[in-house]
């Protein structure tokens, strides 16, 4: 016992260490009025600090697989732009264009069979760039779809956790200001009880005296008669 209480120390010290706020409040000692009050404010708080570092988590991994997801949807769109039929029959008009005038400017058959295989081979690149943009774009949309139900449970969890966290950290504040309206009534019932003793009671102690001269008083007025 003596163990565990000397490890709350100062308020100082609990501050020092990076502790929730409530500690603040609650490190006035673990023996007055307020013990059941502070107790519950420092296991409310310690709740919203793991919450908030839960909730925090889950936001982390809700982002990483939505970043994962954007890559596949990107890298799907673009694979599909460019095996896009307009595209793929631009490129290969462009071609044979420059195919024509390499011919119109060629002056031997040399020329114009250097220029005819230059365009075959711009013919082959294309289609074969084609068919990889193809299967890029169908790898694409295949990850991203595998990652749908991940992404949906990830932002469910990322919900939950953070209107956890939100109900914890609400807790933690409710008790910090039970601890210190719990305080503040101590302070005010030591005060009355210190002026209560300092005065000698409420009728200042000055009553019992008072009262027992009366009789005396009166002593002379019956001898008379």
């Known amino acids: 016992d003596a163990g565990a209480s000397s490890g709350l120390g100062s308020p100082e010290e609990s501050g020092a260490s990076g502790a929730h706020p409530a500690d603040s409040?609650?490190?006035?000692?673990?023996?007055?009025?307020?013990?059941?009050?502070?107790?519950v404010a420092d296991e409310r708080c310690a709740v919203a600090d793991r919450a908030r570092t839960g909730a925090a988590a889950a936001a982390?991994?809700?982002?990483?697989?939505?970043?994962?997801?954007d890559g596949h949807v990107a890298q799907a769109e673009a694979a599909a732009a460019a095996s896009d039929p307009r595209?793929?029959?631009?490129?290969?008009e462009l071609a044979q264009r420059r195919f024509r005038d390499a011919r119109a400017a060629a002056t031997t058959n040399d020329d114009v069979e250097a220029g005819a295989r230059a365009w075959l081979a711009e013919i082959n690149r294309i289609n074969h760039e084609t068919r990889e943009a193809v299967v890029a774009a169908e790898h694409g949309r295949a990850a991203a779809a595998a990652l749908v139900q991940d992404l949906e449970r990830l932002a469910v969890e990322a919900d939950a956790a953070r209107i956890s966290a939100e109900q914890a950290e609400e807790a933690c504040i409710a008790a910090r200001n039970a601890v210190a309206a719990c305080d503040e009534a101590a302070r005010r019932d030591e005060a009355a009880a210190a002026r209560n003793a300092?005065?000698?009671?409420?009728?200042?102690g000055d009553g019992p005296d008072a009262g027992e001269a009366g009789p005396e008083e009166d002593a002379p007025g019956r001898i008379a008669s």
């Open 60 to 69: 982390d991994a809700l982002r990483s697989a939505q970043r994962t997801y």
């Open 25 to 39: 409040v609650g490190s006035a000692g673990d023996d007055g009025p307020c013990a059941d009050a502070r107790r």
């Open 198 to 204: 300092g005065s000698g009671g409420p009728d200042g």
């Open 87 to 92: 595209t793929v029959r631009t490129a290969k």
